[in-house]
């Protein structure tokens, strides 16, 4: 090399020295330099200010024609031959290729750098392996990554394993899938929401409460409106094994409330919208009901679709169930009493509650015994208000078979005497131990109403009543019994008593007491009983289906007008 330079200076001195005698001679660049005199050589900063350039080429071929004779000085292992520009001179450079190293013109030529030994030539990412190849590099992710190996590329990234995988696959479908099933319920909540709203305004829920928080008095103002979460869940869901009763206006639930408390939910069947306000307003009064022998109304729900009332729960069943067990335990004075009871509680809606109240569906079914087998009126879903300044309402005729006033079943005018009759009935059930109406009994027998009033009249009491009752009772007190009784059954309301004067004859009934030492006669010892009045044609002018029911209609009797609609109170 250092031969070629000294020929290449010796060579530009000769060409110089030619057509000018210089005395001084310098390489640098061209541009950089002008001559003034010698003295530019002699300034201390002279090579500072002149940059040194070595321009040199081999020959004056061009890297084509040189390739292809003798005299082509590059070396042929991974070196470049470039044709020289520069000058006009021609030539060429040899030089080594990109990730190549040494001397293009001497044995063994360029050789190949190895990029993965310094990490300032190899730009392989931390999680990547460099490989070496000749003239150039790879890089290899590791184990568990993905991605090209390359700092400036994608590098690497971990790979999940197939485990992994499988369970963000499960993670996100369940996550979509809870997702939509939140929005699914989270639509049907807002609509339930907007249709209990609805429900509450329609059964008058709103009306209710400003009707509660008006009137004055501890008992209106601690019956609560409840939510239909709350009886759902006092119901087990409406639950089949909690219902305690059917009736023809509804079921009845059993209930624990949060508070441990035992209730009766009564779940309507319908509801009239034309009427609500006056359902709400009989819903007050009954609510403002306080007697020992009514069951009371805690409270009411508005949100379903028909209005749920909540009762106290009464444990020991019916009447009716007591009657009409084999061997009942009901004894003469256990009759006694609990017909005084639910007279009383009757007597005291007539005449004590601060607007007169009708039950309209009085029978032993809605008569209920407490733990200590207490009578209690029951369900109310029937009973109308009567206005103080009236004796009568017209109504929609309802009731149940077998109890039913004749007077009002043809006229359908309601009055206080129409209870009375309905009792009259329970009376002649309790005395004679049987049902209302039994399609199983002879046509004669079927009701028990016109059945008891026949037998009075054909001395024949003795033999229908109830063997407890028979063996129990004087004929004297049995007799005065069925003159109540006969007297309750008139088929004309004004010849009925009230129920005051029923419960005052009930108590004086009680209270008779049987002379150990008196020459009392008793039924079995009777050949005659008192003489009756004529017993009434047949009351019902329909026959008697198979089975006993409640009755709803409304009829005309002689006239060509009907009796106006009424409304059934829950």
Not at 104 to 126: F, R
Request: glycine share 8%; aromatic share 8%.
């Amino acid at each position: 090399m250092i031969l070629i330079l000294f020929r290449l200076v010796f060579l530009c001195l000769l060409q110089v020295w030619s057509y000018e005698n210089c005395s001084y001679a310098f390489m640098g660049e061209q541009d950089s330099f002008y001559f003034n005199n010698l003295s530019d050589f002699s300034d201390p900063n002279f090579g500072n200010r002149v940059p040194i350039v070595l321009d040199y080429a081999i020959g004056t071929q061009s890297c084509a024609v040189a390739n292809n004779s003798n005299a082509y000085l590059c070396n042929p292992n991974n070196t470049l031959c470039t044709d020289n520009t520069d000058s006009g001179s021609g030539g060429y450079l040899c030089s080594c290729e990109n990730g190549y190293e040494g001397n293009p013109y001497l044995s063994p030529g360029c050789t190949d750098i190895d990029e993965c030994e310094d990490p300032n030539l190899n730009d392989c990412d931390g999680n990547a392996t460099c490989i070496n190849t000749p003239g150039n590099f790879s890089c290899s992710c590791n184990d568990h990554y993905f991605g090209d190996g390359r700092g400036d590329g994608r590098g690497c990234t971990r790979q999940a394993s197939q485990i992994s995988l499988i369970l963000g696959l499960s993670f996100g479908f369940l996550s979509l899938l809870i997702g939509v099933t939140w929005i699914y319920f989270c639509i049907n909540r807002r609509k339930l929401i907007k249709l209990r709203e609805q429900f509450f305004q329609q059964n008058g829920g709103i009306l209710m409460k400003q009707k509660i928080s008006s009137i004055d008095g501890t008992r209106a103002e601690s019956s609560k409106i409840f939510t239909v979460e709350e009886l759902k869940k006092a119901t087990n869901n409406y639950a089949e094994n909690q219902i305690i009763g059917r009736g023809g206006y509804g079921v009845v639930y059993k209930g624990i409330l949060p508070d441990q408390r035992i209730v009766a939910i009564k779940k309507s069947k319908v509801m009239d919208e034309n009427q609500v306000e006056q359902f709400i307003n009989e819903l007050l009064i009954v609510t403002q009901v306080n007697h020992r022998n009514v069951v009371k109304l805690l409270g009411c729900c508005f949100e379903s679709e028909v209005p749920e009332l909540v009762y106290e729960y009464i444990p020991n069943g019916t009447l009716f169930e007591h009657i009409h067990k084999p061997l009942s335990w009901l004894t003469l004075e256990h009759r006694l009493r609990i017909a005084t009871e639910a007279a009383g509680a009757l007597s005291y809606l007539h005449s004590a509650a601060s607007i007169p109240i009708i039950h309209r569906d009085v029978k032993s079914t809605n008569i209920l015994l407490d733990a200590n087998n207490v009578a209690k009126m029951a369900d109310f879903g029937a009973s109308r208000l009567v206005p103080l300044d009236q004796t009568r309402v017209a109504t929609l005729v309802q009731g149940t078979l077998g109890y039913l006033d004749p007077e009002y079943f043809h006229t359908g005018q309601l009055n206080e005497k129409s209870d009375v009759y309905s009792f009259g009935v329970v009376l002649a059930e309790l005395l004679t131990g049987k049902k209302p109406i039994c399609p199983e009994r002879s046509q004669e027998e079927r009701n028990l109403a016109t059945y008891f009033i026949v037998s009075m009249k054909e001395n024949r009491l003795c033999q229908i009543l109830e063997p407890h009752v028979e063996k129990e009772g004087t004929l004297e007190q049995l007799q005065a019994i069925a003159e109540l009784v006969k007297r309750c059954l008139c088929v004309k309301s004004e010849e009925r008593p009230t129920m005051k004067e029923v419960v005052v004859e009930l108590e004086s009934l009680r209270k008779y007491k049987k002379d150990p030492w008196g020459n009392q006669q008793s039924c079995e010892e009777s050949e005659s009983l008192l003489s009756s009045d004529e017993a009434p044609t047949n009351i019902y002018a329909l026959s008697i289906g198979p089975s006993t029911g409640d009755i709803s209609g409304h009829y005309s009797v002689g006239s060509s007008t009907t009796p106006p609609l009424g409304k059934s109170f829950y």
